[in-house]
């Protein structure tokens, strides 16, 4: 198999990104993120915008700083657009990183200085993109790890986690202060980064890892290189699905409420939903209905039982009543699946989502099922209408920008390459690179990885050399 030939399975496989590369993959990163860096109204009644803003403004009080919140709102108000690519953990991924690199570049032209992030917290902990710590690169390209939690935490998805602890962080230091590969010099400087990352008293003042994450990206972001003045509004998306239903839709009389408690518009989603990606499959038996279970930390499949969710093995059940489901999401027993979500924060309250390489494939075909809900139980015309404006198809995933380099070979760089390696040069290569890489060349770069996601197996093809020069050297 070629590169070429390996590329087009992987588009085949994904015929909205591949339409996306068609007519956009010649733009320069920096360009393709300009276009959804400037105005971007709202489709929504200011009604449902006013809600969405609330309970944001809410959250980031909470858990970045309120002086931040007012700021971050206003910016929303002209842009109203989010990344949702993330997984939720410490940003430590390239996938990731990159993505918010160009996206504060494109900001700096119409004077925003807020990165959203509504990542997903239902990914587990043995997701590739490793949510259980951060990692780095060595001197010699390998990588190590700083893991949070142990392998036994596996199966567990982000959204139940319990905080981390400073004596996890303080047995991590101990770990890479005795490693005799590093310098002293270098052992310093990422004992030095690890404690002023990971060890703020702020961090152990939480009760979940998920609220852990948000401060903590929030704090790391302005460490990278030209970012300080940067605020990475880094939140869960399933936590700010839970708290819209809570605040405005339980026991109220809204499309969303008869979607969780109205019989005909269960079956409804059942019928449109089943076979999409992020919803759940009946004849494979993956995925889940609405929401999952959640049982000693893990998540469960569940079924609908007449106006209940049920689990196979009978150990999750809960009444699709308002009652019963508030009592359930305050207790985390059930977290919104990946369609309740999307439900929630594209189609009712109009975010503009920008998403990986399978988001924009599967998030078009959750619309079309949406419209077909909406027709089937009587949604109303203008609800209908309303859908027809969101645009379900803005890419900001996969791609390479950052590198660190050992002589002739480089690899990707992570967040903490940055706060290792960076020096006086390594904003200005950022900003040539982002302003000069095109969009299917930054891509290419990640085709191997897209491949293994979607077939599920590495290949021994090679992917194209970068053309442009390192970010970073060790």
Known sequence: MTFKSLREKVLRHTPVFKRILNEKGDLSLLNFF???AGELPSPVLPARQEELFAVLKNLID???????????IKQLRMNYHVSTTDHHGPLTHPFFANSHFVRSLA???HNHNCIFVFSVGGVSLNNSSFPRGFFFHNRDLGEERLPFFSLRHRQHPVFTLPRFQESTVDAIIGEKDKNKNFSIEFREKLKKNITEI???PRLFSTRYYSEQITYLNYYLWKKMPGQSAVNLIYLEQENITNELLLAYHLGRDTVLSRLLTDESALCAFEK?????SGAFSSENFHGTMLFWGIRDGKRKRLVRDGLALVSDDGLCHVALEP???REAILKKEIMPSMALTFIVLSFYYGLSCGGGFLQVSYLTAMKEAYRSLLQTIGGGRNEIDQLASISTDYFSGEFVLGTLANGAASVPATPFDFLLYANQDTVSRLRGIAARCTLNEAVDQMMLELYKIIYGKATNVLSPKFSYEPTMFV
């Open 34 to 36: 300009q276009e959804t």
């Open 62 to 72: 909470k858990y970045i700083d309120p002086a931040v919140s007012d700021s971050a």
């Open 107 to 109: 900001n700096e032209q």
């Open 198 to 200: 990971c060890l703020q």
């Open 272 to 276: 449109y939903f089943d076979g999409i």
């Open 323 to 325: 009652n019963a489901l």
